[in-house]
């Protein structure tokens, strides 16, 4: 499990608490510290190492998503690698079970999970190729409730995608290591699609598992790139996919031309802020 962070100790803290209830002996955490200057998140980094529950990194760069992860990949000692967010925490017990189940199939070459927003509305199942403000890539069921089965049942169906997000994202080292790991041209965005269109380039599924089910906070640590020099930034790499895939990022396999690329319309079987019964056993909605 390769985790960036730079500070943010109130998010990678409740990371890291939930990785540990679930992870095997087999299993490494590797944190890849970007710059933390926080000396509450450096004495965390130092009590994890000298725990042995964590091996940290230290990457004093500029933020480049690709890069940073590159440079973990390549001190990881795991054949099978997951790229995580530090914002998220797990849900699913058997989360690295089933992805690496799923990445025992020759022809499945990544593994995606279902992530949620705090409130419990989806985040992200699978991404869908030619959606999104510069019609690169997005999420076709996002922000409708996470109970929700979505059109056709999608947003809680195992499925193939185009491409999945890095947020929590397994691959074999191997083929990771054949495709050249995440190109750095994309510092910061689209650089997980990139990838999954690559691997799937060389003739594998990337396959999004609904029960890999985590908590995801969406990039607190990192900001918003909706404004200013981000904004011009995050254009500039939707060009960059679009010289590189433009005529797939219009035709993707995987979801139907007949569907709007703004967002796919639904009526919420129940109301969009619900209990979430895996937290201090609160009742599923609708339980008596």
């Given at each position: 499990m ?25 299993a490494?955490i ?7 200057d ?5 004495s ?49 017990g ?6 690496r ?45 996470g ?85 011009r ?21 995987f ?17 969009p802020?619900?209990?979430?019964p ?8 609708g339980?008596?």
């Amino acid at each position: 499990m390769i985790i960036p962070t730079r500070n943010g100790l109130d998010v990678l803290k409740p990371c890291i608490d939930s990785i540990v209830k679930t992870v095997p002996e087999h299993a490494e955490i590797l944190i890849v510290d970007n710059g933390s200057d926080d000396p509450a998140t450096l004495s965390y980094l130092e009590s994890l190492s000298e725990q042995g529950i964590a091996r940290v990194l230290r990457y004093d760069e500029p933020f480049n998503f690709s890069l940073i992860n590159n440079f973990a990949a390549e001190h990881a000692t795991g054949d099978i690698l997951c790229f995580l967010n530090n914002d998220t925490e797990i849900l699913s017990g058997d989360w690295l079970a089933r992805a690496r189940a799923l990445l025992s199939m020759d022809d499945v070459g990544v593994v995606g999970a279902r992530l949620l927003y705090p409130d419990g509305t989806l985040q992200h199942f699978g991404i869908a190729l030619g959606m999104g403000d510069h019609r690169v890539a997005g999420t076709p069921h996002g922000g409708m409730n996470g109970n929700d089965p979505g059109y056709f049942g999608k947003a809680r169906l195992m499925q193939e995608f185009s491409a999945v997000t890095a947020a929590c994202l397994f691959i074999r080292r191997s083929d990771f290591t054949t495709v050249g790991g995440f190109a750095p041209e994309f510092r910061v965005a689209y650089n997980d699609i990139d990838l999954c269109l690559r691997i799937r380039a060389l003739g594998f599924k990337v396959v999004g598992d609904p029960e890999i089910l985590l908590i995801h906070k969406e990039s607190r640590t990192r900001g918003s790139d909706k404004t200013g020099e981000r904004a011009r930034r995050l254009a500039a790499e939707a060009a960059r996919m679009h010289d590189r895939w433009g005529d797939l990022l219009r035709n993707d396999p995987f979801y139907s031309p007949n569907l709007s690329l703004d967002r796919l319309d639904f009526a919420p079987a129940v109301p969009p802020r619900v209990p979430m019964p895996w937290r201090q056993g609160e009742p599923a909605a609708g339980a008596p």
